[in-house]
């Protein structure tokens, strides 16, 4: 029995001491994420809810198993050239994540195009990242003194392959099953495994550093569709019925030559809109910009899973996001004809910018097949004040109106704010409502904390670029990104302690505003959505309608015979003229679906 156990743990001493070397770096990776600039080690932020240990475990097992194929000395080998290749990749992953925000994917070389869209150097070598590599130095040490015993294994091949096919049978087997039980049946609570995050360091430390990378190259090798002949026919034709042969009127061209800043405010519902909350305004700056504005008072939110970034998606090219995945994470490489397209033909120098990593939401990536000239990420901004979810809105509008002074005109500069984020915690010393103590205590006193505390650092931007001579030849186009309180915490203020009902109801809309000292103040009520922001500016900044006609989804709300639209979940608002607009409006995502997972508009171009 002796001898039974001193075999069995010399078969099988490298390959336990792998599994657990392998499962060290990965544990030291997780801590370094989110560590100051990714340089330091953290383990108290390693994971966000339990974490599946046991699946990361077997994963590992899963790819050590192959050593049992070989000799004694095959299997030095072979650990040491898995050790080598994981200690590399995770080295490149953090690496690749102090410079973007999310890590290396099989998407990278199969669309180089989005690869490293910040264009930062990926060469960041901080001394934290020796780590990776010490074992090798402990394995060299102990062959080289002799203190690793040779056990001979001489077992035949058939055996090697069982004990191989065993391991990696069973450990893959518990790794589906744990899947299952984890994201499939949700069996467990607060835990998640092969489920993608808006944020990249929650998925990578949810899957393992390993476990992403299996799921990675599964997910992206099979995300893409190619379309048929009948397809693209049928998306052409799409797009000639929803072409309205109208005369341009006086909109064309009515800003044209201007610069063009896009604000998409955060949970910004229409409700508030002039109205006021114990006596004071709730938007005082917006409502002041109505009068110089073309002020949508009757536009819908169509985000689908993707939220905030599928406004960002949808404002951008007049596309729908896809339903069954989150489009930005899914599919950044799709090609679109995007207004940063459309301005940089027109002499524009286009700019993307967020207060936040590239990767969250992947936000970054789809900019870049944009083909925007310049991205922003919360790296080109001083982190001086934090509230929330990040910079603070009033700090970084007013860093970010510093930046554009330098650039030359005209410019479009994308725009999205964050401090007015559910929960709608705002410090005290910034709430500028005076509200009594059960509203500003209910959810619903929250919410208008947080619009109010983001309509007054909009109007300190506003000033600011005043200040630098840009205000008159600027065009301010301010949205929401989708609603906020109604949308996600509704049933925390059903009983708010506010009179009136003009609060109480989930319209699903949000205000679309466009903004200029020259525009006499006019509100235009036809139905809408987010769809059709890009062909509206594009018509108003003089872009011709046949550059964008065949490729937007939208309609153009200042010159349009249309009074329809449709919401997320397919209810129709507005009122289609017939059967047919009906029919067309219900199509679109079943469209937009074969747009973006067919890259559509590129096998057009091509």
Known sequence: ?????????????????????????????????????????????????????????????????????????????????????????????IWYYRANGTFLSIRHLLHPEIFNPIGKSLLNFKLVDLFFFIDFLIFYILFKFNKVRDFKDNSKFTIRLIKTLSIFILSGGIVYLSHYCIDIKGLVPNQSFFRLSWAPFQTYSDMSPLGYHGFDLSYYTGVSKELTAEEVNEVKSWFENNKENIEDNKYAGYLKGKNLIAIQVESLENFVINQKVNGQEITPTLNKLLSNSLYFDNIYEQNNSG??????LMVNTSIFPVR?????????WTKYNSLQQLLNEEGYTTISTHAEL???????????????????DIKEFNLDEVIGLGLSDESYLKQLANKLKNEENPFYT??????????????????????????????????????????????????????????????????????????????????????????????????????????????????????????????????????????????????????????????????????????????????????????????KTN
């Open 307 to 312: 939220t905030s970034s599928d406004a960002d």
């Open 414 to 603: 994308f725009v999205a704010t964050l401090t007015s984020h559910g929960p709608f915690e705002i410090p005290q010393d910034k709430k500028l409502l005076d509200l009594p103590k059960e509203l500003d205590e209910n959810m619903l006193g929250a919410y208008f904390q947080s619009i109010r505390y983001t309509d007054e650092a909009i109007k300190l931007f506003i000033e600011e670029l005043d200040k630098n001579g840009q205000l008159d030849n600027t065009v301010l186009m301010i949205y929401g990104d989708h609603c906020g309180v109604h949308k996600f915490y509704e049933d925390l203020i059903t009983d708010a302690p506010l009179e009136g009902d003009w609060w109480k109801d989930n319209h699903k809309e949000i205000p679309f505003i466009i903004y200029n000292k020259d525009i006499k103040g006019e509100i235009i009520s036809n139905v809408g959505g987010q769809v059709d922001f890009l062909p509206t500016i594009s018509y108003l900044l003089g872009v011709e309608k046949e550059k964008f006609q065949d490729t937007s989804m939208g309609r153009i709300l200042v010159n349009t015979n249309r009074n329809s639209t449709i919401l997320n979940d397919g209810e129709i608002k507005g009122s289609p003229k017939d059967e047919n607009e009906e029919k067309h409006l219900k199509d679109v995502f079943k469209i937009a679906d074969m747009i973006i997972q067919g890259d559509y508009f590129k096998i």
């Open 358 to 376: 590239p990767g969250s939401w992947n936000w970054a990536e789809p900019h870049k097949a944009f083909e925007t000239n310049k991205i922003w």
């Open 1 to 93: 029995m002796k001898d039974f156990f001193k075999k069995l743990i010399y078969n099988n001493w490298l390959f336990v001491a792998m599994v657990l070397i392998i499962q060290g770096k990965s544990m030291l990776l997780l801590s370094m994420l989110r560590a100051t600039n990714s340089s330091g080690i953290d383990f108290k932020t390693m994971y966000f809810g339990v974490p599946a240990i046991g699946a990361h475990i077997l994963i590992i097992c899963l790819i050590f198993s192959i050593i049992y194929l070989f000799k004694y000395k095959g299997k030095i080998r072979t650990a040491i050239y898995l050790d080598l290749i994981i200690s590399l990749l995770f080295l490149f992953d």
């Open 324 to 332: 069954n995945h989150s489009t930005f994470p899914t599919y950044p």
